[in-house]
């Protein structure tokens, strides 16, 4: 029996032309990707291409599956499901299961064929890859070593389990509810059920592995420490976390199949989840009344169009409570509130940065996930809806009443709408109700009302017209959902093979940034023209799908063309051609907009770079150029229109010994710019692209001699989707790139700290040391305008504010001009003006901001001398200009994200105070003492600051939030050392090597500190910061730090620097086990240790010890009874210490003075 | 009030010719159109109940062209068709509120009046808020009738309805058709020759896409009054009987020999006995004389 139901199944699949359209559809998706992500359709790649993913290893041809995965989930329902539920779809049952069939044949053989059916599927995606890998013309850096185990790996543990396991659930849904579009809805409680998962255990990630439906997590798990090589090489470890996570989800398959096989009988009529047992009463057969003559009650019958639009609203609300009326719809909405609560909780109570909940945050993140989910709603059950009278075979006796097509048509358009508004005011409340769970009281309803019903329906809307279109087309509605779901992938799919133009993307744009200060900026207009572009084309596919309406019978396509001819009639060609004309001229401006950018892309940035180098690289070796002393400026901003002016002037002198006869000027690149000099010059060469300028002083500057130059800068005006002008309706945020330049750039170019040019100039200034800067700004009335500086003067002039600001002393040549509605926060602290200019909602971290500021401001006084200023301010800036904050002058320009912080996160160390304690130390480290344009030069301002802002911690709160700031650089360097195959050691790191400088760099001196005295060490970098900051035309390098230290370091420190600064290695750590004998008063501690260091990819060769480690006892409070640091020399290690307590609790290198992969091991309760 | 039908032609994809230029005209009253599983007459009621368009032909009722305005027929029109579902899990009640909208009745008043009124005339009152996907065969056609009443109908089509009621179920489903027939035209499909008998006042045969015979049941019995002969025969003898005479049914006895009808202007032969005319011998003379 099982045979031939099997068989009978298989065949029935293979006949279907569906089944092959899904392997071919998944085979050429897949096959493009591979080979477009190897580079196929870029051309040449990269000559010297580094940290490259290897994408047929293992690791990464799982990686890409498991996107696959996820669309294969869809297959489920559409094969699995669909072979028990078209035994009710057809009627058959009723007959079927009169026959003497038994339960577990008949289940157990659709099943597995539709499961094999599936499984064959899934394998056109591994073809497809094996093929690509083979595939000529690819970036030989991208392809490794052919690996047929990584596909097995990635089929037998991944892919197949999870069809296996899912096919069952699906499978047993369908079998219950008997309706397919269950079994699509259920696909999505795993989604659900993997983003609940991942915020609620974020502190355990092993319960996310372990828990993750489809085991993405479980390989995170197993291979967050894997570096790049690892990733590009090895096989996925599958002993472990990944094999219980299969073993789990199997068994809670096994038991909903069981579950279903038991409730399955063989009857017409579904089973019931809950057995109701009515009272059963014994019906007398009556048939029809004796009523002899027919008398319909008078009724009015209305056939207008005014009463067919109010009966438009009654199929709808009938529609939408077949869809809303069903478990599992509550079940899918109450999913999603959990979700997106869970995913609140973690973003407020995040480790490295915890928000508070505004409703920018809420709507950023969970309601894009939300709406991704309604989206798929949107697809199931408008198939649904289209397919409801269908399906239950009631079509004919609808078809035959007197209701237009339209009306059919738009009741179905209206009670998908109305689902979607239905989520998506549940969203609102569930935000509204988390921001009251956390205290939060700012709710902006009509951020939500505009975000949610606004941005995000907007393309719901468009989804719901395409989706009815395309089920209205299609009568198979498992192929509609499945098209739907590849048009949704697709429009990424074809970017990835080089269609970017936005007039074919359907329905897609970037996911809108909102700023509370600047609102969603110059990003919203475009948006909405492009949504209004395409959803003038779903209203086209509305009129078609209005004519091509399916009612009654039709016998082919053709036929229904035929009849959607004969329905074209006059009112609805002029409709039709008023929505076309719409949607050509919305394209047509959408066009002009993309061509204006394409056309300032036309040349690419690298073939221009080298077309430069060809022609200007001579100049290479002028170096001899005048430096700027003094900058003047007036800015006129301009909020309203985006538009800035400035005029200005510079002072340049030569500051050499040798005279100078060739000025070389690069101008802004989004600017106007023009300028001339008081002294008579004549242009030599220029290059357009880069906006530099070669020319000739007639008379060489001298000496000591100076010269003017005067200039007049503008804006280049916006365009539709490209931003030239920084300037924005709030908070502008406009920095000196503007301003002319000096100096062949590329000379730019960081360099080795030995190399002797570097040490001449700052990094990142040809130009320029230290200048005397004076500006006036102005701005509209309602602004405040800052530049840095003092202010000297502010008046109203013309209905517009001005403001004059002018330095005390020589600052860097680094400029922020803001202009912005402000609230104004300011204390006067030690005769410095201490000022927040914020956004009037954002309050909250104010007051830490201030203390991180003082607190900073007193410890640098105390160690390294004088603040240089009158004031420190700092400056909230929109979003859209970045997340970070940075010290210019005076000001601190800081995002309005750092303003967001939760100040109430118990997981976080206190962000809000760091980050203005370590902006201002850069008052010191890094603004005065300045490092040379070298490698390395993170150390002298990243490392030193977080250093001493760690420092600040430790005085100002209790241990554990320094701990917890030492856990958060440890993790940040592990993460980026993991990820980098070619990592530098500390002392010759690249500026943006972040988890370098600032992760391992203060990690490093905070270690040195602890050994050598805090007091010890900030004296050594005292000395070294006098040293430098009084030489002229001689900046430091990270090696003269490490001189220094050297000199002033005891000799068994010595190693320290070399461990830390000069290598790149990893220490391990490890507590075997611990005695504990009483002796009278004392306890007899002894600790069995393992402490061993290795350098990073060579775990096998240890290196020679001689160092010092410290172990830390702890009583049941968890007060430490005594810190005892020994020295070490060698792996194994056992050593006994006589305490006055009982210790419950020991840990080796308590304070995080390691740099250690591995820290479950290093602590033992007692 | 009659329906016409001319030159009706509908020609599927496979090249069967489900209708066949077929001629016809349906005056008020019932009218049954009796004929074999797959002559044609499914498809026929669709084409009439504007759920099929033909290839060729012409179809109009009161001077509504059904073809060019299928919404106005629509208005008039009720249809029950040969097998229909409902939407799972909604009751009675509710299921005929929604076909009021569909079918035109605007106000809520309106519409609870005609509900419960065509409820009570189908007895379906007590059952009123069961899900009708739950309903037994006899209570699902009922409702079938149920919602073809509500739009007042003045040209019903029924297609094969009777198919599967048990006998007293059958008979008060006639009833109502009857009752219904009085004023409208009904257009009642079966290959039940009885359903015919009982309830209609004309008729017509139709096989292979054609009508065969148009006629009014009291009539067509009449014409062939006398000319029906029965004998009793053994099996073996069936073919010869066959090849001489127009042998128009067969059954078994209880010892098990053979009773045969035949057709013939006078007594074929000494076997044979002279028997009352019925509607069933009309049927297969018509259907005989096609195939001839």
């Not at chain 1, 221009?608 to 901003?637: M, R, Y």
Request: charged fraction near 20%; charge should be positive.
């Amino acid at each position: 029996m099982f045979t031939s139901i099997f068989k009978y199944e298989l065949l029935y699949w293979l006949k279907k032309p569906s089944t092959y359209f899904y392997f071919f559809t998944f085979f050429s998706i897949s096959f493009l990707l591979f080979i477009g992500t190897a580079g196929f359709f870029d051309g040449v790649e990269n000559s010297n291409p580094q940290n490259i993913r290897i994408l047929n290893s293992p690791f990464e041809i799982n990686f890409m599956l498991k996107f696959f995965n996820k669309l294969f989930l869809f297959l489920l329902p559409t094969i699995v499901g669909a072979s028990i539920y078209k035994d009710y779809k057809d009627n058959v049952h009723s007959i079927l299961y009169s026959f003497p069939i038994d339960k577990k044949s008949y289940l157990l053989g659709k099943f597995c064929s539709s499961f094999l059916m599936v499984s064959v599927i899934t394998i056109s995606v591994g073809i497809a890859f094996l093929i690509g890998e083979h595939f000529p013309n690819l970036h030989a850096s991208k392809i490794g070593e052919f690996n047929f185990l990584g596909y097995l790996q990635a089929y037998f543990i991944f892919t197949l389990p999870n069809m296996f396991i899912y096919g069952l659930v699906i499978f047993s849904i369908v079998a219950y509810f008997r309706n397919i579009y269950a079994g699509f809805v259920g696909i999505l409680l795993f989604f659900f059920i993997q983003t609940i998962t991942q915020n609620i255990f974020g502190d355990t990630p092993f319960l996310i592995a372990l828990l993750d439906p489809f085991a993405e997590n479980a390989v995170l798990y197993e291979t967050q420490f894997w570096s790049l090589a690892d990733k590009n090489s090895q096989l996925i470890p599958v002993f472990g976390v990944i094999l219980y996570n299969r073993i789990f989800w199997l068994s809670v398959a096994l038991i909903v199949f069981g579950f279903a096989y038991k409730k399955f009988e063989f009857h017409e009529h579904q089973s019931t989840l809950f057995s109701t047992h009515k009272k059963e009463k014994t019906v007398l057969k009556k048939n029809f009344n004796n009523l002899l003559k027919i008398r319909l009650p008078k009724v009015n019958y209305d056939y207008s169009t005014l009463q067919q639009l109010k009966n438009t609203w009654y199929l709808a609300n009938f529609q939408l409570k077949t869809i809303v009326k069903s478990g599992l719809f509550y079940i899918i909405a109450f999913l999603g509130i959990l979700a997106v609560f869970f995913t609140i909780t973690k973003i407020t109570n995040d480790s490295d940065l915890a928000i508070l909940p505004s409703t920018n945050i809420i709507l950023t993140l969970p309601a894009f996930f939300f709406t991704n989910i309604i989206m798929l709603l949107t697809f199931i059950y408008s198939g649904m809806l289209i397919h409801k009278g269908r399906n239950a075979n009631m079509n004919q006796i609808i078809d035959v009443t007197a209701t237009n097509n339209w009306a059919f048509l738009a009741s179905k358009v209206v009670a998908i709408l109305k689902m979607q508004i239905i989520l998506l005011c549940l969203l609102m409340i569930t935000g509204i109700g988390i921001q009251l769970y956390n205290n939060y009281y700012n709710f902006e309803v009509h951020l939500y009302l505009f975000h949610l019903f606004v941005v995000q329906f907007s393309g719901l809307v468009i989804w719901a017209l395409a989706s009815i279109f395309v089920h209205n087309l299609i009568k198979n509605s498992y192929l509609g959902i499945f098209i739907l779901l590849l048009i949704w992938v697709g429009v990424s799919g074809i970017q990835q093979i080089g269609i970017n133009t936005k007039l074919f993307l359907f329905n897609f744009e970037e996911p809108l940034q909102y700023s509370d200060i600047n609102g969603y900026g110059n990003q919203l207009y475009p948006f909405l023209l492009v949504k209004i572009y395409w959803f003038l084309f779903s209203i086209l596919l509305l009129i078609i799908s209005y004519l091509l309406w399916f009612r009654g019978y039709y016998e082919s396509f053709k036929e229904r063309l035929i009849v959607m001819k004969i329905q074209l009639n006059k009112t609805i060609k002029t409709i039709a051609l008023l929505f076309f004309v719409g949607f050509i001229s919305f394209g047509f401006v959408i066009f002009n907009g993309e061509q204006k950018l394409l056309k300032n892309q036309e040349i690419k940035p690298e073939i221009a770079l080298t077309n430069f180098k060809k022609e200007f690289g001579k100049f290479s070796k002028i170096t001899n150029q005048p430096k700027i002393v003094d900058v003047n400026l007036e800015l006129d901003i301009y909020p309203e229109k985006n538009n800035f002016n400035a005029k200005g002037s510079y002072i340049l002198v030569n500051n050499s010994d040798k005279k100078i006869d060739t000025l070389l000027i690069k101008i802004g690149f989004d600017e106007i710019t023009n300028y001339t000099l008081n002294v008579d010059y004549k242009l030599i060469k220029q290059d357009e692209y880069f906006n530099f300028k070669v020319v000739k002083l007639t008379k060489p500057l001298l000496p000591k001699d100076s010269i003017k130059l005067n200039f007049s800068i503008k804006n280049k005006k916006n365009t539709l989707f490209e931003r030239n002008s920084n300037v924005l309706k709030n908070g502008t945020f406009l920095k000196q790139d503007m301003l002319p330049r000096f100096g062949y750039f590329l000379n730019n170019a960081i360099k080795n700290p030995t190399d002797t040019l570097a040490k001449k100039h700052p990094l990142g200034t040809l130009d320029a040391d230290f200048i005397n800067f004076s500006a006036t700004l102005s701005t509209s009335k309602n602004q405040i305008a800052i530049a840095p500086g003092n202010l000297i003067k502010k008046w109203k002039s013309t209905n517009r504010n001005y403001y004059q600001y002018k330095t005390d002393g020589k600052i860097k040549f680094s400029l922020a001009f803001i202009s912005g509605e402000f609230e104004v926060k300011k204390e006067n602290y030690k005769n410095v003006d201490f000022e927040i200019y914020h956004h009037k909602n954002h309050t909250q971290n104010i007051d830490k901001m201030i203390n991180g500021l003082k607190a900073a401001f007193d410890y640098n006084t105390h160690y390294f001398g004088n603040y240089q200023h009158k004031s420190i301010k700092v400056i909230e800036f929109p979003i859209s200009e970045g997340v970070f904050a940075t010290i210019m002058g005076n000001i601190i320009p800081t995002s309005e994200r750092r303003f967001m912080a939760n100040p109430i996160s118990k997981h976080q160390f206190d962000t809000s105070f760091k980050v203005q304690a370590h902006e201002l130390t850069h008052h010191w480290w890094g603004n005065q003492l300045v490092h040379a344009n070298a490698l390395g030069a993170g150390i002298l301002s990243e490392s030193i600051t977080d250093y001493i802002t760690l420092q600040i911690f430790k005085h100002q709160f209790v241990v554990d939030k320094s701990h917890q700031f030492l856990k958060f650089q440890r993790r940040r360097y592990i993460r980026g050392s993991v990820n980098d195959s070619d990592e530098k050691t500390l002392q010759f790191a690249e500026p943006k090597e972040v988890y370098l400088s600032y992760g391992k760099g203060s990690i490093a001196l905070n270690t040195l500190s602890n050994y050598l005295g805090e007091e010890k060490l900030n004296n050594i970098l005292k000395d070294f910061f006098d040293d430098f900051t009084n030489r002229q035309n001689e900046y430091a390098t990270s090696l003269d730090l490490i001189a220094k230290l050297k000199q002033n370091v005891p000799d068994s420190l010595q190693y320290l620097i070399k461990d830390y600064f000069e290598n790149v290695l990893f220490y391990d750590t490890k507590l075997n086990n611990i005695r504990v004998v009483q002796k009278g008063n004392q306890f007899k501690v002894t600790v069995d240790f393992e402490y061993l260091k290795y350098q990073k990819n060579n775990e096998e060769n240890l290196l020679s010890l001689n160092d010092f480690v410290q172990i830390g006892f702890y009583d049941i409070d968890e007060k430490s009874i005594a810190l005892k640091t020994i020295k070490v020399t060698q792996k194994k290690n056992t050593i006994s210490f006589l305490l006055g307590k009982k210790p419950s609790k020991i840990i080796i290198d308590p304070n995080f003075l390691l740099i250690e992969k591995d820290t479950d091991d290093n602590v033992i309760m007692l | 009030m009659s329906l016409q039908i001319k030159q009706l032609t509908k020609t599927y994809a496979n090249g069967v010719k489900a209708i066949n230029q077929l001629d016809l005209e349906i005056k008020t009253g019932m009218f049954g159109l009796l004929g074999p599983n797959g002559a044609g007459k499914s498809s026929l009621m669709r084409t009439i109940a504007t759920l099929q368009n033909p290839t060729s032909g012409n179809i109009s009722f009161d001077g509504i062209d059904v073809l060019k305005k299928p919404m106005e027929l629509r208005k008039i029109l009720g249809y029950l068709p040969q097998s229909f579902g409902v939407y799972p899990k909604v009751s009675a009640e509710k299921l005929l509120d929604y076909f009021a909208v569909l079918k035109g009745i605007a106000s809520k008043k309106d519409r609870t009046k005609i509900t419960d009124y065509v409820l009570e005339l189908t007895n379906l009152s007590d059952v009123r808020k069961k899900n009708v996907s739950g309903y037994s065969g006899g209570m699902k056609q009922r409702f079938g009738i149920a919602q073809l009443l509500l739009n007042n109908p003045k040209l019903i089509i029924v297609d094969e309805p009777t198919a599967g009621l048990d006998p007293a179920e059958r008979n008060r489903f006639l009833n109502v058709l009857r009752e219904v027939g009085a004023e409208n035209t009904v257009i009642f499909s079966t290959h039940i020759v009885d359903d015919v008998k009982e309830l209609c006042t004309d008729m017509a045969i139709m096989n292979g896409g054609k009508i065969l015979q148009k006629t009014r049941p009291s009539e067509a019995t009449y014409q062939i009054k006398n000319k029906i002969w029965v004998a009793n025969i053994s099996k073996e003898q069936l073919l010869e009987f066959e090849e001489n005479y127009k042998v128009l049914s067969s059954s078994f006895n209880e010892d098990n020999s053979l009773a045969i009808r035949v057709f013939a202007e006078t007594k074929p032969n000494e076997q044979f006995t002279n028997t009352s005319s019925n509607l069933e011998d009309v049927y297969f003379i018509a259907l005989k004389n096609a195939n001839l």
